[in-house]
């Protein structure tokens, strides 16, 4: 069973720059496209950024120019470089898999909390 754990969060200010890490545990990680998801307190989660097997990236456009998605598949890690970053970024991070454009259900982490406060 594949084992997700993210780290990297914090409190920063706005304009300030974060980078989320996942850990894959298991095999296929470098099989898998990927993807961050987000949620806020009172929201439903969201996707944000994908990258497929082959590196190709994309992005929702609130974030696009800001967060960088990235893979490590010789270390079976996920990053998000998070730059410029704004209140609204506030939320708890999570990384999945990114099959069909959806997440595997059953392999949630528990996610890495993200606040953005002057």
């Known amino acids: 069973q594949v084992q997700l754990v993210e780290s990297g969060g914090g409190l920063v200010q706005p304009g300030e720059s974060l980078r989320l890490s996942c850990k894959w545990s298991?095999?296929?990680?470098?099989?898998?496209?990927m993807a961050w998801y987000r949620q806020a307190a009172g929201k439903e989660r969201e996707w944000i950024a994908s990258?497929?097997?082959?590196?190709?990236?994309g992005y929702r456009a609130s974030v696009e120019g800001r967060l960088t998605i990235s893979r490590d598949n010789a270390e079976n890690t996920l990053y998000l470089q998070m730059n410029s970053l704004k209140p609204e970024d506030t939320a708890v991070y999570y990384c999945?898999?990114?099959?069909?454009?959806?997440?595997?259900?059953?392999?949630w982490g528990q996610g890495t909390q993200v606040t953005v406060s002057s």
């Open positions: 999945n898999t990114y099959y069909g454009r959806a997440p595997t259900p059953d392999i």
């Open positions: 298991g095999k296929m990680f470098r099989l898998s496209p």
């Open positions: 990258i497929s097997t082959g590196g190709a990236t």
